[in-house]
């Protein structure tokens, strides 16, 4: 993957953009901007053991669950995972 190519998930609908990739980066940051629609459709559980997340929220809002914690953030907060 490069910078400027996307991805979509059929079965969600989520569209990603590439706008840092690792090779770019020398393995330090991979930076996606993602578009997801609103659904009930649920990503399975899973876990990035070696990454650290962060989201900031352009617009709209983000519901998760993890461990200890569900709920939402809102436009215009971010979080680290």
Sequence with gaps: MKKGDKIEN???GQRMIFLQ???ET???LLQIECFS???TTKEPAHIHPLQE????ILSGDLCFSM???SGCFYY???VSL
């Design 10 to 12: 059929a079965r969600t």
């Design 21 to 23: 990739t690792a090779a």
């Design 26 to 28: 020398n393995g330090a």
């Design 37 to 39: 629609p609103v659904t």
């Design 53 to 56: 997340n962060r989201f900031e």
């Design 67 to 69: 461990n200890w914690f």
């Design 76 to 78: 215009a907060r971010g």
